[in-house]
Structure formats: C-alpha cells, structure tokens
C-alpha cells in the first residue's frame, strides 16, 4: 500500500491543477521593414508567410498597408491553422502582387489542409496570378487554377478582397483540371463563405473565369460580391460543377464566355440564387446569363434577370424553380461604363429583395454601409421579415442604395446640392447624377423636355431618342 498511495496523491493533485490557457498573439508584417523582422509591431516581419508560420491557433496576423511580391507574399499556406491574416488598412492600399506570367508560374494562396471558416483572410487585392497545367498546383490532379486561392478540402472564409487579372491556361493531357477558376479554385469536400468581394477582369481558358466550384462535397456561399468582367470558354463569372452553392445579394454582370453561361454555368449542381441581379453577361452560343444543365436544380428568387428566362438555357434533365419577385429590367447602374454598379434612384432592385434570404450576421453591404435602407420614393416590391417588420427591405445586388447620399460620396445629398457640388435643375432634391439620364445630356431627362432639349410625343417622361422608333417618323 505504501508504494501506490505517492502515486495517488500525484494523480489527484495533477487533476486539480489550474489550466492555463493561451494567451493569443497578434504577428505584425510590414513591407517597410529592415529585414528578417521578428514579427513585433516595432520589428514586423517583412514576408506575409513569416507571420503566418509564426502563428498558432487563434492568433493574427496584421498586414500593413503596402505592395507585397515575391518568395514568401505568393504561394502562401496556412497549413491548416486557425488564423486571421488580416490587411488592416483594405485592398485600397494592400496587394498582394503575384507577378505571375508564362515562366513564373505562382498563386496567391493555398487552403488545403482542412481550414475551418474561422479561418480568415482579409482586405488584400491579390493579383496577377498565373497557372497552366497543373504546375503550381497539389500534385497530379490538383489543378491549375485558383490565381488568388486555391481551396481543395477546407473551408475558409474569405472576405473583403479584390481578386483580378490572374489566368488559368491549359496544357495538353494528362492534366484534366486546368484552365479553370482563374480567380478562385474550389473543390474537395469544401464549405467555403466568399463575402464582400471584388472578383473582375480574370481568365480561364476552359471554366469559370471569375470562380471555379467543383465536387459533390462542396457547399460553397458567395454573398455580397461583384463579379464582373471575367471571361471563360463556359461560365463567365462561375461554373459550378457536382457542387452546392447559394449566392446571396451577389451581382454577376458583364461577363464573357465562349459558348455557355456568360454570368453562372451550373452542371449537375444545386445552385440558389436570392437577391442578385445578372446584367450584361455574354456569349457566342447559349445563355448569356445562365445555363443549366443535369439532373439537379437551379432555384432563384428576388433577383433581376437580364431577359427572364430567354436568356437562360437548360439541356439534359435540367430543372429550374423561377420563385417569387423575380424581375427583368434594367437595373440602372450609376454608371456602367465606369464600373460603378451601384444603383440609380428609381433603380427596381430597390427594395426589391428578400430579407428573409439575408442572414443574421450580414448587416452591411459590399461598401461597408448598412445593408438594409429604406427608399422613401421606392414602393416596396421585395420579401419583408414577419419576425422583424420594422427592418427595411433589403435591395436586390450587393451596394445598398442610400437616398440620402445617393452618389455615395460619403456627403449627404442636401450638402452636395447647397455648396454647388451636385446640380439639382428639377428641384426635387435628388443630385443630377443620381437620376436616370438617357441620352446622356449631363441632367435628368424631365429636365430634357421642360427645357426643350428634347421632345416627348407620347408624354410619357421619356425623351423621344430614347425609344424605339420602329418607322423613324418620331423625332430624333
């Protein structure tokens, strides 16, 4: 007995002993720094992967503003950990620059060991990706896509990024994954969230020029982004492939693709679409906005396409659910031409949406602003929430119009009209430029015809110029 009583004594006190639990660090890197760093505020490291490796669980990692290229700022791994690399000024002023090309063959970041969504990477432009084959990838099969991420079995959150200008290229067989997802490669068993994102001008030789979402596994969210101006031979903006995907306030406009799906190609997926708006996407061949096809199901509600259902093509048992408040008209962007998506006054995506769609934690828009205003002068077309009837309803897309500054200048409309910065020549107190002008005058067009600018025939407020002339007998 006296040889096993110490070691009782030992088990107990050691099952009493306080737990202390780790302390959290946040990792600084600076791109201003004097070389190596230790990752201090006062001595940052100097290569975003440095910081990264430092880490583990729970801490952060804080990149300064700044332009980061190179070993150690591309092909950067977060082995699995659960971290926020964080850019803490935005991707206004921090870019990861990849300087990728035919001979330097590199991405921005690699998710594929098992990252949660509490995994975290955010406020960085990352551009100028480049893969072919599958060189740059995981092994035979891991694909050459994925120019700002590549994501294979794990589920990060990505948020308030601009992923743009990276290409996808194709090499010969035996690679059957490249020349896909340009901007972002997911596939594997994997649940990414992609919010708040900027996703434009990125090329993939075969699939999805702005995204990639492939495997049955996969259930991927994309809310509150802007997918523009990506071109694909299929899937313009996103293919999404044998993967669950439900795009929320998202806006995939100006697109392009060789044969099908300008905006969204969806294969043997389920894929939900609420309150986004698909403007602009084209093609050579079919559905210049959507195209489906396969045995699953395509749902969309409270969204704006561009020709309804003209402009979507389905084949080979597809099905399609065309739910409630779905609309297809112009959705009068301030100004297309500039890439300024947000919505005029008088927009129909305005108040349009369905809040019921928005969850509880999103509750501001790709600006930052707050996600849910009312417009006064807008009837209420959209989805209210029974449990929470004060809230506005939301628009349709990801920018939230704001009647109070509708030029989204961050100065009301009342100051922009009284120092003379915006012109108001209806006196309606609506700035100029936030209201619709068709031909392009500089004014809104009831300015047109008081002044007699134009004409209007059929007095219906629309400048005669401005409409179908079938037998160019009307004027103008």
């Known amino acids: 007995m006296s040889t096993t009583q ?12 306080p737990v202390l639990a780790r302390t959290h660090t946040t990792w600084y890197v600076d791109d201003d720094c004097v070389a190596p760093g230790i990752g201090t505020e006062e001595e940052p490291f100097c290569k975003i992967q440095d910081g990264i490796d430092a880490t583990a669980d729970g801490d952060t990692v804080l990149v300064a503003p700044g332009t980061y290229t190179g070993g150690g700022n591309r092909d950067i791994s977060l082995f699995g950990k659960t971290i926020t690399v964080l850019a ?12 990728g090309g035919p001979t330097a063959i590199h991405r921005g970041f690699f998710l594929i060991h098992g990252e949660t969504r509490e995994t975290l990477v955010e406020g960085f432009t990352i551009k100028n990706g480049y893969l072919i084959g599958d060189t740059g990838g995981t092994g035979p099969g891991g694909g050459g896509g994925g120019g700002a991420f590549y994501i294979r079995n794990s589920s990060p959150t990505i948020r ?10 194709t090499l010969s067989p035996p690679f059957p994954v490249d020349g896909r997802g340009a901007g972002i490669y ?18 993939a030789d075969r699939r999805g020029g702005g995204m990639y979402i492939g495997y049955d596994g996969s259930t991927v969210i994309v809310r509150n982004c802007l997918i523009t101006g990506n ?3 299929n899937g313009g903006g996103i293919y999404n492939t044998f993967g669950n995907t439900t795009m929320i306030n998202t806006m995939i406009v100006d697109n392009v693709v060789a044969f099908s799906g300008g905006g969204l190609n969806s294969e043997n997926s389920d894929s939900f679409l609420r309150n986004c708006i698909l403007w602009g996407n084209q093609t050579e061949a079919v559905g210049p906005q959507i195209a489906v096809s396969g045995r699953r199901i395509l749902t969309i509600e409270y969204s704006n396409v561009r020709g309804g259902l003209k402009d979507v093509y389905g084949c080979c048992d597809w099905e399609i659910s065309w739910g409630p408040g779905m609309i297809e008209a112009d959705p009068l962007f301030f100004d297309s031409e500039n890439r300024d998506f947000h919505l005029l006054h008088g927009s129909p995506c305005i108040d349009a949406g369905n809040n019921l769609a928005v969850p509880e934690d999103v509750t501001t828009d790709l600006d930052g602003g707050p996600r849910f205003i009312d417009d006064p002068d807008t009837p209420d077309t ?8 004060k809230l506005p309803i939301v628009d349709m897309g990801p920018y939230e119009y704001d009647p109070e500054d509708c030029n989204n200048n961050d100065t009301t409309d009342e100051q922009d009209i009284a120092d003379g910065t915006s012109q108001d020549c209806n006196t309606n107190d609506i700035p100029d430029e936030c209201e619709i002008d068709c031909n392009g005058t500089g004014q809104p067009d009831d300015c047109d015809i008081d002044q007699s600018i134009s004409e209007d025939c059929n007095d219906n407020g629309v400048p005669d110029e401005c409409e179908i002339d079938a037998d160019s007998s009307a004027p103008g």
């Not at 110490?6 to 002993?17: D, E, G, N, Q, R």
């Not at 601009?162 to 290229?169: G, P, Q, T, W, Y």
């Open 6 to 17: 110490p070691t009782l004594l030992i088990l107990v006190s050691l099952a009493c002993a």
């Open 88 to 99: 803490t000024d935005g991707p206004d002023v921090t870019t990861v620059d990849i300087q």
């Open 160 to 169: 308030n990024c601009v992923i743009r200008d990276h290409i996808s290229a």
């Open 186 to 203: 997911i596939d594997g068993n994997s649940s990414a969230v992609i919010e708040n994102c900027v996703i434009a001008d990125n090329v």
């Open 231 to 233: 071109s694909a031979s």
């Open 382 to 389: 959209g989805n209210p929430d029974p449990d929470a009837p």
